[in-house]
């Protein structure tokens, strides 16, 4: 019988594993390095280290902090870790002075036990993430002193006011705002267009393919409007002249224009419908009990405030439980109370 240490696939997982642990200490030796080099040549101007990695609607709804990080820290260079797919969430923000690729969460775990920035905010919660290789979880000691978990943290607040606790700012609220580069793209209709997304991260947010199809059907029917489905994968089946699947066909800056020239979001709880709050695209989004929350809030600024979005909860249950009806129902107020929404103040 082969020895197992003659394995071809064991030698190749160890050749894996320790390529990985070289790529994240290069990734943090440099970064030290160059953060060294910044204090030494710039000493007025402090380093401030955020990290964020994932995910988009974290990354989103966190947007706030930047300012108020630049208001705390007024000659500060604002520096975010973050993962390579999501860097056009803020590669074009004006606050951002270097925005830093998390090569693996090895790199972001040497950050945590030892940096070279004046100021240093990890905002991801405990219990969240762990290296695929070495198991070694990230851990958050800022969010185990305020309390901040898995478990509670939509039991008081929203995902910026933790960010905010984390990032050292107390409790804020704002309107977040996403920044894109000035070029022209082509979208997929003339004239308006509707937009959906209805996969989530986690499916007990989502609502059943049936419903979407009716709802899709029935706006057609009412409005004359077209609609655009954007997402990764599992896109809806259903044909129609005016409807577009434009799933697992966009990155992540193509859906931001989308998102932003759209004249109506319809969604549930997920990253492009943070997207959208950021633009302040009129809305309808489903919602429903998630995890250890029977019911949250999880935006800050228009979609917090209720001006331009209807947020339709299920009061004792998942949001797929939401009844048709019900979501029609909205949608034709949602719409009606939108026809002014040109007197709402920076509108798209």
């Known amino acids: 019988m082969p020895s197992i240490y003659l394995s071809t696939a064991l030698w190749q997982f160890k050749f894996r594993k320790l390529g990985y642990l070289f790529a994240g200490l290069n990734a943090y030796i440099q970064l030290c390095a160059w953060a060294i080099f910044q204090r030494v040549f710039q000493p007025s101007r402090p ?44 590669e074009h923000h004006p606050g951002i002075y270097r925005l830093v690729t998390e090569e693996n969460m090895l790199f972001s775990y040497f950050l945590t036990k030892w940096n070279p920035l004046q100021h240093f905010f990890n905002l991801h919660l405990n219990e969240l993430r762990k290296d695929p290789y070495f198991h070694i979880p990230l851990e958050n000691e800022k969010a185990k002193e305020l309390n901040i978990n898995i478990h509670n943290y939509y039991s008081q607040h929203n995902l910026l006011e933790n960010f905010s606790q984390l990032a050292g700012l107390g409790l804020i609220a704002g309107q977040p705002t996403l920044y894109l580069p000035n070029k022209n793209f082509p979208l997929p209709f003339k004239g308006n267009y509707w937009l959906i997304h209805r996969i989530s991260n986690d499916p007990c947010r989502e609502w059943t393919d049936e419903n979407w199809v009716k709802l899709i059907q029935a706006a057609i029917q009412e409005w004359d409007v077209n609609v ?40 549930i709880d997920s990253g492009p419908t943070h997207c959208a709050n950021a633009f302040q695209i009129p809305a309808l989004i489903m919602l429903g009990e998630f995890a250890d929350f029977k019911k949250y809030m999880s935006y800050s600024g228009a979609y917090q405030l209720n001006q331009i979005a209807s947020l339709v909860h299920h009061e004792n249950g998942p949001a797929k439980e939401l009844s048709f009806d019900l979501v029609w129902t909205k949608l034709q107020t949602a719409v009606e109370v939108n026809h002014i929404i040109s007197e709402i103040p920076n509108h798209k």
């Open 47 to 90: 380093l401030v280290g955020v990290l964020l990695a994932q995910h988009l609607g974290d990354i989103v709804a966190s947007e706030p902090i930047i300012p108020a990080l630049q208001k705390k820290y007024p000659e500060a260079k604002i520096i975010w870790i973050i993962q390579g797919h999501f860097r056009p969430l803020l």
């Open 228 to 267: 655009v489905e954007i997402g990764t994968n599992q896109g809806l089946v259903f044909e129609h002249p005016k409807f577009l699947s434009l799933v697992g066909k966009t990155s992540v800056e193509d859906s931001l224009f989308l998102i932003k020239s759209a004249s109506f979001f319809i969604g």
